[in-house]
T-cell receptor, first 119, second 111 residues
Framework: GAVVSQHPSRVICKSGTSVKIECRSL??????MFWYRQFPKQSLMLMAT?????????EQGVEKDKFLINHASLTLSTLTVTSAHPEDSSFYIC???????????????FGPGTRLLVL | LAKTTQPISMDSYEGQEVNITCSHN???????ITWYQQFPSQGPRFIIQ???TKVTNEVASLFIPADRKSSTLSLPRVSLSDTAVYYC????????????FGSGTKLNVKP
């Protein structure tokens, strides 16, 4: 149980275009999901907290207008990188936790990640 | 800001037991300790979680002293496939606590 998927697994796009990444909790509902970014040989950096039915909460230094987050349902959050530039190339990872009271609610489960390359 | 401190890297040989210690001096009463494993180009994978004393599952053991200011992940008889980065995180369950990752420990298992 507690499986999180991401789509696509990798994407290559031209500079200036927008890219959408989906994060789904496959076997549980999650009112809160998290988005991370990881550069090569570095640790994960928390970007934002995605809240179902409300606005996302962004970490300091993360541009909310550039990284649009939509948590449309209890099993789906999307991250859209708008007007992507080469410096946005990175590994994007989402995570989620089952609802309070359900098995696995005590920790976060991570998706497999999405590799973004902006040319 | 990461709440934990770990060694940057460790080396081991196949078949040995590996112990990775994490320092979390400012752990809060409600915080649990969770360890993740990450392979290159993959998302972190849950290994084990505990609150106090000792926890054991099919892949690892977690030792937590009474003051909870540190914890040790123990991997029995490692193999080459255990080469990965291991992260220690602290946070409160049931509160969707944000996880701020530290540098993690790069474990290199040699033949």
């Amino acid at each position: 149980g507690a499986v999180v998927s991401q789509h696509p697994s990798r994407v290559i796009c031209k500079s200036g275009t927008s890219v959408k990444i989906e994060c789904r909790s496959l076997d549980f509902q999650a009112t809160t999901m998290f988005w991370y970014r990881q550069f090569p040989k570095q640790s994960l950096m928390l970007m934002a907290t995605s809240n179902e039915g409300s606005k996302a909460t962004y970490e300091q230094g993360v541009e909310k207008d550039k990284f649009l987050i939509n948590h449309a349902s209890l099993t789906l959050s999307t991250l859209t990188v708008t007007s992507a530039h080469p410096e946005d190339s990175s590994f994007y990872i989402c995570s989620a936790s089952p609802e309070l009271g359900l098995a696995g609610a005590e920790t976060q489960y991570f998706g497999p990640g999405t590799r973004l390359l902006v040319l | 800001l990461a709440k934990t401190t770990q060694p940057i890297s460790m080396d081991s040989y196949e078949g040995q037991e590996v112990n990775i210690t994490c320092s979390h001096n400012n752990i809060a009463t409600n915080d649990y300790i969770t360890w993740y494993q990450q392979f290159p180009s993959q998302g972190p994978r849950f290994i084990i979680q505990g609150y106090k004393t000792k926890v054991t599952n099919e892949v690892a053991s977690l030792f937590i002293p009474a003051d909870r200011k540190s914890s040790t992940l123990s991997l029995p008889r490692v193999s080459l496939s255990d080469t990965a980065v291991y992260y220690c995180l602290v946070g409160a369950p049931y509160n969707f606590n944000k996880f701020y990752f530290g540098s993690g420990t790069k474990l290199n298992v040699k033949p």
